[in-house]
């Protein structure tokens, strides 16, 4: 049905279905001369209009995906952008390793601090939901037993502070592609504005997740070339509170998920509110 959908606005393509940096249902139109991307959501799905919205904000940063067209049909939406050619970051950390890493995590820095963090709220108009640390809601999972959930809360006392500027709210290699001489980010759906920290401490949190071998080095490569751009006061507890609040946020979605989500959501809360998060090597 999507690709017939696809085939009557689009008759001369070949369609392909794309992984590797890309979340939700996303397809390859292929012509000749041209490739399309498209992204198909439910009609309701919140997240995409917040994905155009970021997109339509950074048209001319030259980092991410141009949107050109996005249309309802049957219930679902269609977001047709442009192609970006590249591996996926995570894919070239996973096979190339430390060295590699630490270059990547460099750029990874130096593109958020320059791209995405100097897009400030106040002299912007895009519709986008504003993200605060102190919003989170904690009591209403029940699944987190009394003890974690009086943890969690104590972390995330440290009080928000400094100006709100745009925030990817997914960033890390799994959401970019690295192509000869370039970068785009990709995966919008989760972008606001609020506290820089939220990126920044999800790229720690996520390294010391997946590469705790590899965490200290890459994380340190990645905040000593994002400080180089930016003011930020960046510490051990600002990371781990933005970070428990970004886990937080995702166990509100997931909150209706199989027990078997809940409690890998739960382990990684666990995990959070126990892990040395160190700036320092």
Do not use: C
Not at 94 to 117: C, I, N, S, T
Not at 260 to 268: C, H, I, P, S
């Amino acid at each position: 049905m999507i690709h017939d959908i696809l085939l009557n606005r689009f008759p001369n393509v070949k369609i392909f279905e794309l992984t590797g940096g890309y979340t939700n249902m996303t397809l390859l139109l292929e012509e000749t001369d041209m490739k399309r991307v498209a992204k198909i959501y439910d009609v309701n799905n919140a997240d995409a209009k917040t994905e155009i919205n970021a997109l339509r904000l950074l048209t001319h940063s030259g980092v991410t995906p141009r949107v050109y067209d996005f249309f309802e049909q049957d219930e679902r939406l269609f977001v047709m952008m442009d192609y970006v050619p590249g591996v996926n970051a995570q894919t070239i950390l996973d096979q190339d390793g430390l060295e590699q890493g630490r270059r990547m995590y460099e750029q990874l820095g130096k593109y958020l601090a320059k791209e995405v963090h100097s897009v400030k709220r106040d002299n912007k108009d895009t519709e986008l939901p504003v993200i605060m640390k102190s919003a989170v809601a904690v009591d209403g999972l029940e699944f987190i037993p009394t003890g974690i959930m009086s943890m969690a809360n104590e972390v995330l006392s440290t009080p928000d502070h400094g100006e709100q500027t745009l925030i990817h709210g997914d960033y890390g290699p799994h959401n970019v592609m690295f192509g000869n001489d370039s970068l785009f980010i990709l995966d919008w759906e989760w972008a606001g504005w609020g506290n820089p920290l939220f990126d920044v401490a999800w790229v720690v949190w996520f390294v010391h997740l997946h590469y705790p071998d590899m965490a200290k080095k890459l994380s340190g490569a990645f905040l000593s070339t994002y400080t180089e751009h930016t003011n930020i006061k960046i510490s051990h507890d600002l990371i781990r509170s933005y970070a428990t609040s970004k886990v937080i946020q995702i166990m509100n979605r997931i909150k209706n998920a199989h027990p078997d989500v809940q409690k890998e959501w739960l382990r990684r809360l666990e995990w959070t509110l126990h892990t040395n998060f160190s700036v320092n090597e």
